[in-house]
């Protein structure tokens, strides 16, 4: 009869927080979604008002006024990153038990698609890549070629989504849409490794400051078919 | 003990009726502040969204639009260049060695510096060519 009335007890107070938080939790979703739906908007008015301030601005060159604005294809971009590879990171900034150094090779495929996102290949692979945490015997084998796997080397395709923030900086959010391990691929480790590169390695966007020495601002930015285009107002 | 155990099945329908009515009836009366406000937000971003959507297709849209106003404009494979309206001159743009983008990379600062040849017409355009070069720490 304790134990039972202990239950009621129990199941009351469990069924009693959910209906009384649900309003609140409701709203506090809500409130949440609100704010990132707000912010997405305030972004995509930002790239309808660039678009729309180059297009015009394309047709009559006279409105254009004192603009200036950099052009930059995807061989540019793949150039300039040719320019900061090879980069090397310890291989804990993808998995606390990792030892051993990941080393960014080679960026390439570089393509600018709508919606101002680009997608790019990024080459990478592990130099002298040790797991530290315990291992079952079972799965011993595996980790072995998992290592020897990275060591050969990984191929990520990446979505970048460009956006200006405040301060005239321009955003680029990266996402891994693909993994693949050129030697023993495995959709486990390579689920494993787009994980960690998303979660961990990608996790914030990176941020280019576009100010100029002259004191120019980034007025609007554009990724059309063939370019990516900084105007700046004098 | 069986009986008690048959005990917890009308206690646990009348809860999750009380329950269920609760919230129906506070969604039917508008109840609280609380799920009032969280009705009209919900309202909302269910507005916001269809906005989102119509802009999103408004700005694919305008990805084709762009190209075709670039090829018109004559201003095509244009890797690292800058351009500026040939009637409109822009003292001191482009500025050759000038620092265009700052960055930081694994806590390292890095530069893309651009140096421009003269300008040459496209058009309606003045386009100088430009080598654009990551400068590391």
């Known amino acids: 009869m304790r134990a039972l009335s202990l239950g009621l007890l129990v199941v009351w107070a469990a069924l009693g927080a959910g209906c009384g938080t649900s309003a609140a939790a409701r709203l506090r979703s809500a409130e949440q979604d609100n704010r990132l739906l707000t912010e997405e908007q305030q972004q995509l008015d930002k790239a309808l008002q660039s678009v729309s301030r180059y297009t015009e601005g394309l047709r009559s060159p006279g409105k254009a006024g004192r603009s200036f604005s950099m052009y930059y294809s995807p061989a540019a971009l793949e150039q300039m990153a040719a320019q900061l590879l090879p980069m090397r990171m310890p291989a804990r900034t993808f998995d606390q038990r990792l030892l051993g150094e990941v080393v960014i090779e080679r960026i390439s495929d570089v393509r600018f698609g709508p919606l101002n996102t680009l997608t790019c290949r990024a080459e990478l692979r592990g130099d002298n890549i040790r797991y530290n945490g315990s291992v079952p015997k079972a799965y011993q084998a595996e980790v072995r070629k998992f290592q020897s796997g990275v060591a050969a080397g990984v191929v990520a395709d990446l979505v970048v989504e460009l956006s200006m923030g405040s301060d005239n900086a321009l955003m680029a959010r990266a996402h891994a849409s693909r993994t693949k391990l050129k030697a023993h691929s495995s959709s486990q480790s390579e689920g494993m490794l787009r994980n960690a590169l998303n979660e961990r390695v990608l996790r914030l966007p990176f941020t280019f400051d576009l100010t100029l020495p002259s004191g120019g601002a980034p007025r609007g930015m554009v990724l059309t078919a063939n370019h990516l285009v900084v105007t700046y107002a004098p | ?137």
Do not use: I
């Open chain 2, 1 to 137: 003990m069986n009986m008690s155990r048959w005990c917890w099945l009308p206690v646990l329908a009348l809860c999750a009726a009380g329950c269920a009515s609760s919230r129906s009836g506070a969604r039917a009366s508008s109840g609280s502040a609380t799920e009032r406000r969280a009705n009209e937000l919900e309202a909302r971003n269910a507005e916001l969204r269809a906005e989102l959507e119509r802009k999103r297709a408004e700005l694919q849209q305008s990805y084709q639009v762009m190209a075709q106003a670039e090829s018109a404009a004559g201003l095509n494979n244009l890797a690292c260049a800058g351009v500026a309206p040939a009637s409109a001159q822009v003292p001191g743009l482009p500025q050759s060695g000038a620092v265009h983008a700052r960055f930081q990379l694994r806590g390292q600062p890095y530069s893309m510096t651009a140096t421009f040849s003269a300008p040459r017409k496209a058009g309606e355009w003045r386009v100088s060519q430009g080598t654009c070069r990551v400068v590391g720490p």
